[in-house]
């Protein structure tokens, strides 16, 4: 199993740019979660789901968009990127919630400038 | 008020030392605690689950206390590579996602 995998590692965005942060998992996880950390600060959830065509708001949504069609697949939508969402970003998976590990993916870190 | 909240540190000790790390949840109907480790610049990974009668991993014990609502990682006989900052995660009865604490940070020194 390759876990979560996120792309891309690194991207450097202009003002007012969109893009979108790709999540994949092969554990056939119900949960997965996006979040951002900014330095020296802890996790943020930014959008989280609870199966396929379920999505839900975390703690820091405005700015950003997420779908999720496939079990698998949990894709993260910039749009009209700000200096503000300079951060590493987060895609984690687990099967359940209670009683159960959190796998993340590697990260991405985005800048904008 | 945050549901998680952790003194930020930063630890340092010696090689060999034993060190206590707390952490304290606001919210009673929290029922799964965990401890995560994250290395510089890598994502976090789970370092145990905290059990209500407390667990040990070797060199790592975790404990419960759901009546003052904190959980405490103690590590003993420190290693270089423990060296990282140690996140304590809970999550809450009826809703489908994890609080993260914002870390602490660990250095351990020759």
């Known amino acids: 199993n390759a876990g979560v995998t996120q792309t891309p590692k690194f991207r450097i965005l202009k003002i007012g740019q969109s893009m979108t942060l790709q999540c994949t998992q092969d554990?056939?996880?119900?949960?997965m979660y996006w979040y951002r950390q900014d330095p020296g600060m802890g996790l943020k959830l930014i959008y989280y789901?609870?199966?396929?065509?379920?999505?839900d708001k975390g703690e820091v949504p405005n700015g950003y968009n997420v779908s999720r069609s496939t079990t698998e697949d949990f894709p993260l939508r910039l749009e009209l990127a700000a200096p503000s969402q300079t951060s590493v970003y987060f895609c984690?998976?687990?099967?359940?919630?209670?009683?159960?590990?959190?796998?993340f993916g590697p990260g991405t870190r985005l800048t904008v400038l | 008020r945050k549901e998680v909240e952790q003194d930020p540190g930063p630890f340092n000790v010696p090689e060999g030392a034993t060190v206590a790390f707390n952490c304290t949840y606001s919210?009673?109907?929290?029922?799964?605690f965990f401890w995560y480790r994250q290395d510089c610049r890598k994502e976090p990974k789970l370092l145990m689950s905290?059990?209500?009668s407390g667990n040990e991993d070797g060199r790592f014990t975790a404990q419960l206390n759901r009546a003052s609502q904190y959980i405490s990682l103690l590590i003993r006989d420190s290693k270089l590579s423990d060296s990282a900052t140690y996140l304590c995660?809970?999550?809450?009865?009826?809703?489908?996602?994890?609080?993260f604490g914002s870390g602490t940070k660990l250095n351990v020194k020759p």
């Open positions: 984690a998976s687990s099967f359940q919630v209670a009683n159960n590990e959190q796998f």
């Open positions: 554990m056939n996880h119900n949960y």
């Open positions: 789901s609870v199966g396929a065509g379920i999505t």
């Open positions: 919210n009673s109907a929290s029922q799964s």
């Open positions: 905290v059990y209500s």
């Open positions: 995660v809970v999550n809450v009865r009826d809703f489908n996602k994890f609080y």
